[in-house]
């Protein structure tokens, strides 16, 4: 049996975190689908950015839009929603085969509205109604400004993929809100099955130590973070609140693993990947991960229910001089900034495309 086949037996869910309108014309989407599982695909600022800027795939589409009179956000949106509505289509038949759990796609809403938490949640139904496919996850980020959106989005019933959680506690926040939109949802008598992922990001812990501590505790940090968020999250499954839901007919907000690439190149290409096989969890990756994986990956050990040694790893770290609530703050905010400057860097480069 291979180790992506055990992967899936063990109920996790491998994703694909990129898009291209490429990676669709040329079939390699399709081929992963087929290949490699991938049930899913996530995308950001800084993937779409990647790919409008780093090929002419998106040119002619970009000067017929701006033909017709679109600019900026609006023609962006465009052209992200051709390409994942695209994508969606192509994994409805997990989406189905799994009742919902699995095959979709995921498109953020404007970094700028960070901040805003009413435009979030304007911005998040109005994409989700122009997809116009029900596995379409909105994207909003887990910041407090963000978390208020989420429980509005839900209880609205717009599908959310919680982004930017870096600790055990922005999950907790996450999928408090979640049950919250969840319950106001079954007290106002609607159907309390709302899709949701909350995304936790890894590796960039371990690049915000590297130059901070000894060499024996690189590429630990991030690992240690995600045991312990494993915890909280399969605490939540057994609770009270959350067996009242399900009797309902709610549906668990998977936990989901990102920034999975593999940063310090000393380190194993798969890492991420093997360290976090569990169930009930997904892992979506770039390409060259992927293909890695698939190659030569493991799935040997299994993410323990208690946390195991995290809380001692997470110690250790401590006495090294790292912080860890303060760094995911600090994380959060790097990451909010970084995906800002992508969504600048981005409309500049539509803007280039367009002639003059």
Excluded at 67 to 90: H, Q, V, Y
Aim: aromatic letters at 8%; charged letters at 25%; glycine letters at 6%.
């Amino acid at each position: 049996m291979n180790t992506i086949q055990k992967l899936h037996d063990l109920g996790r869910s491998l994703w694909l975190d990129n898009i291209t309108r490429g990676l669709l014309t040329s079939g390699t989407l399709n081929r992963y689908i087929k290949e490699f599982a991938v049930t899913g695909l996530t995308s950001n600022p800084t993937i779409f950015d990647q790919a409008i800027k780093g090929a002419g795939f998106y040119d002619e589409a970009i000067r017929k839009k701006a033909a017709d009179g679109k600019s900026g956000e609006a023609l962006f949106f465009e052209l992200a929603l051709e390409d994942l509505t695209a994508a969606a289509d192509l994994l409805r038949p997990a989406f189905d085969a799994t009742a919902g759990i699995d095959g979709w796609v995921s498109l953020e809403v404007s970094p700028l509205l960070v901040d805003d938490t009413a435009g979030s949640i304007k911005a998040a139904a109005r994409l989700h109604a122009r997809a116009q496919r029900p596995n379409l996850f909105i994207k909003i980020p887990g910041t407090p400004s963000g978390i208020p959106a989420i429980e509005e989005s839900i209880f609205a019933g717009v599908p959310i993929n919680v982004t930017l959680l870096f600790s055990r506690e922005h999950y907790v926040a996450a999928a408090e809100a979640y049950m919250r939109g969840i319950e106001r949802r079954i007290a106002a008598g609607r159907d309390p099955k709302v899709a949701s992922v909350a995304s936790i990001f890894v590796s960039r812990w371990d690049v915000a130590v590297h130059d901070k501590v000894s060499v024996e505790f690189r590429n630990r940090l991030g690992i240690a973070i995600a045991m312990r968020t494993y915890k909280a999250y399969r605490d939540l499954l057994a609770s009270p609140r959350w067996r009242k839901l399900a009797a309902a007919g709610a549906q668990p907000q998977r936990l989901l693993w990102a920034s999975t690439g593999t940063k310090d190149p000393a380190a194993p290409d798969t890492l991420y990947i093997d360290a976090l096989a569990a169930p009930d969890t997904i892992n979506t990756m770039p390409e060259k991960t992927l293909l890695a994986y698939a190659a030569h990956g493991k799935a040997d050990e299994v993410l323990p229910v208690d946390g195991g040694y995290a809380e001692a790893v997470i110690a250790e770290f401590n006495r090294e001089g790292v912080d860890e609530e303060a760094l995911a703050a600090d994380l959060q905010h790097e990451g909010t900034a970084a995906f800002a400057k992508s969504w600048s860097d981005l409309m500049s480069c539509i803007a280039s495309k367009v002639p003059a």
